[in-house]
């Protein structure tokens, strides 16, 4: 019989501290059972929580021990074409009018920051394949996620019927195959432009690549302050001249310090390097 461990106050605090002095993300106490059933066996291993945590802490932050830290604190549900008023604003304002910017002989640059499982990183390339930027330069899309199981989901891409209940019959014809087991795999013509990485907001770098377009969704407000006004800090470095950076509606206040300009689309508000 297994031996039982659990998951007190003083080790979950720790645990918490770890992951937000590393990624900015908060772990409130509504998390603790997820933690404690979905970390249990390696506690058992490790002998104690604690044991744990210190295997957790003594490896870097882009180490397999502690994805698995951040893949048993995080959930990460989504699914395709969620917030249908955003995604009219990237296709119908944004992207016309970064395509003007960049002319037809460029890619369009795209980062979905906190894609999570792989579907807004994918949706927004569906929404390009339909306007057909890929005829006028390309596009690149990268997704990614501080959560390594995430990621390594989202590189499969495949998803049950649940993940697709805002997706057309039409739009499953067209970037989805069915599988044998019911699920349904995103077609390589949609793969193909999108790169994706695990790897938290804290640790990009704000002289990395530059975006048209950078997308993150109800992501910051995960965050504590100081690492809310870091990623705000860093999609502004990270954007193009006339780039747009599209935010949820619970990540007002952290866009209320952006040096962005704020854009009131027809769809969407968006905010402007």
């Given amino acids: 019989m297994a031996r039982a461990v659990s998951l007190g106050d003083p080790v979950f605090g720790l645990l918490s501290e770890l992951v937000r002095k590393r990624t900015g993300l ?49 959930n990460g549900e989504t699914y395709f074409f969620r917030d249908a008023a955003g995604l009219l604003a990237f296709s119908e304002e944004i992207v016309p009018e970064r395509r003007l910017a960049v002319g037809t002989g460029e890619a369009l640059d795209v980062w979905s920051a906190g894609c999570a499982t792989g579907e807004e990183a994918y949706t927004l390339a569906m929404v390009l394949a339909e306007k057909g930027a890929a005829l006028f330069g390309g ?3 990268r997704g990614s996620d501080a959560s390594p199981a995430f990621i390594r989901k989202a590189r499969v891409a495949r998803y049950g019927v649940h993940s697709l209940r805002e997706t057309s019959p039409e739009r499953r014809e067209r970037f989805f195959r069915l599988l044998p087991d019911g699920s349904l795999e995103v077609k390589d013509e949609i793969r193909s432009s999108v790169q994706l990485e695990a790897r938290p907001l804290a640790l990009e770098k704000p002289d990395g690549p530059a975006f048209d377009v950078i997308v993150c969704r109800n992501v910051l407000i995960y ?10 800090a860093l999609f502004s470095s990270r954007l193009k001249p006339g780039g747009y950076l599209l935010l949820g509606p619970s990540d007002v206040l952290a866009a209320s310090l952006t040096p962005l300009t704020m854009v009131r689309l027809s769809h969407d508000v968006a905010y402007r390097k």
Avoid: K, Q, T
């Avoid at 603790?32 to 490790?46: G, I, T, V």
């Fill in 223 to 232: 965050l504590d302050r100081e690492a809310r006004d870091g990623a705000i």
């Fill in 139 to 141: 596009v690149r899309i």
């Fill in 26 to 74: 908060v772990i409130d106490e509504s998390r603790r059972p997820r933690l404690e059933s979905r970390l249990a066996a390696d506690a058992r291993a490790a002998g104690s929580f604690y044991e744990l945590y210190v295997r957790f802490r003594e490896g870097s932050p882009e180490s397999s021990e502690f994805g698995r830290l951040l893949d048993a604190a995080v």
